[in-house]
Nanobody, 118 residues
Framework: QVQLVESGGGTVQPGTSLRLSCVAS????????VAWYRHTPGKAFELVAL???????TYSDSAKGRFTIARDNAKNTLYLQMNTLRPDDTGVYFC????????????WGQGTQVTVSS
């Protein structure tokens, strides 16, 4: 059974930092492209950052320079270091893993809430 379990969300003040973690099980983690998405009510899912074994790392414009995505394949864990948080970073952050190998495989975590508010 595949599981992606996020943690690290919370309520913080603008300008502070958070680190999200996503622990994967049931997949060969190193073979997957892994990403963080954000969902805000009334808006579409937004790709925040992607770490793909073939294409490398990609950030959304809002994340560039403030967020860092990293993976530890030995620990089957994906991280998102978020610095200088702003109120518009508020949302539910989801971990996502995908791979194309004959078939398309993709999995989602349950999400972790991040609220940036003074």
């Amino acid at each position: 059974q595949v599981q992606l379990v996020e943690s690290g969300g919370g309520t913080v003040q603008p300008g502070t930092s958070l680190r999200l973690s996503c622990v994967a099980s049931g997949i060969t983690f190193s073979a997957y492209g892994v990403a963080w998405y954000r969902h805000t009510p009334g808006k579409a899912f937004e790709l925040v950052a992607l770490n793909d074994p073939l294409t490398g790392i990609t950030y959304s414009d809002s994340a560039k320079g403030r967020f860092t995505i990293a993976r530890d394949n030995a620990k089957n864990t994906l991280y998102l270091q978020m610095n200088t948080l702003r109120p518009d970073d508020t949302g539910v952050y989801f971990c996502h893993a995908s791979m194309d190998l004959v078939s398309h495989y993709e999995y989602w975590g349950q999400g972790t809430q991040v609220t940036v508010s003074s």
